[in-house]
């Protein structure tokens, strides 16, 4: 069965720092998305990407994030400069249509700021 | 802004008995939809059912359904025949087209 992948699964980096979170989204899914969940909290919504554009972003997708579809497979999230309030599980998802389709999460990496 | 509420952070459940997890939302649309996901310890995040807030029946999946209550705007996950597998949080979420908001979640444990 087809499945998100999110590479790594564990990212420790210091505060200031330029972090990479990597996803490989089902191969035929035209949707994606960031999450982040701080430790025991919610899921928050950070962007959703489709046509190679930002569709959707949340207050939290400041000027430090920025996402990227550099080639057919991969699916990017990257924070300039880390902060500490930074240190979360960061899931990526993807759907092959808006609305009631089901989206599909990866495992997550968890990013630890330090 | 939408917002979701899970009023109960946590909930235990007998082996084999029912339990229903609260879900309500706040929104002014008309065109949304409704989920139940369950994180296990793994982190994974679990698609359980799904419920679009223009159809009237209510959603069912094997032991898991919902009551969707849209004037309310309450939308409740019932588990049957709860099982040791069953333990884990489970977040209630809304969306409209491409922002998928969820609630805070709520751990339920299953007693043996």
């Known amino acids: 069965e087809p499945e998100v992948t999110q590479t790594p699964s564990h990212q420790v980096t210091q505060m200031g720092q330029e972090v990479i979170l990597r996803c490989v989204p089902i191969s035929n899914h035209l949707y994606f998305y960031w999450y982040r969940q701080i430790l025991g909290q919610k899921v928050e919504f950070l962007v959703s990407?489709?046509?190679?554009?930002?569709?959707?972003k949340s207050e939290i997708f400041d000027d430090q994030f920025s996402v990227e579809r550099p080639d057919g497979s991969n699916f990017t999230l990257k924070i300039r400069s880390t902060k500490l309030e930074d240190s979360a599980m960061y899931f990526c998802?993807?759907?092959?249509?808006?609305?009631?389709?089901?989206?599909?999460f990866g495992p997550g990496t968890r990013l630890t700021v330090t | 802004a939408q917002t979701v509420t899970q009023s109960q952070p946590e909930m235990s459940v007998q082996e084999a008995e029912t339990v229903t997890l609260s879900c309500t939302y706040d929104?002014?649309?008309?065109?949304?939809?409704l989920f139940w996901y369950k994180q296990p310890p793994s982190r994974q995040m679990i698609l359980v059912i799904r419920q679009e807030a223009y159809k009237q029946q209510n959603a069912t999946e094997n032991r898991f359904s919902v009551n969707f209550q849209k004037a309310a705007k309450s939308f409740s996950l019932k588990i049957s025949d709860s099982q040791l597998g069953d333990a884990a949080m489970y977040f209630c979420a809304y969306r409209t087209h491409n922002d998928m908001r969820f609630g805070a979640g709520t751990r339920l444990t299953v007693k043996p």
């Open positions: 998802a993807s759907s092959e249509q808006q609305g009631p389709y089901e989206q599909y």
């Open positions: 929104t002014s649309e008309s065109d949304y939809y």
């Open positions: 990407f489709y046509n190679n554009e930002i569709s959707e």
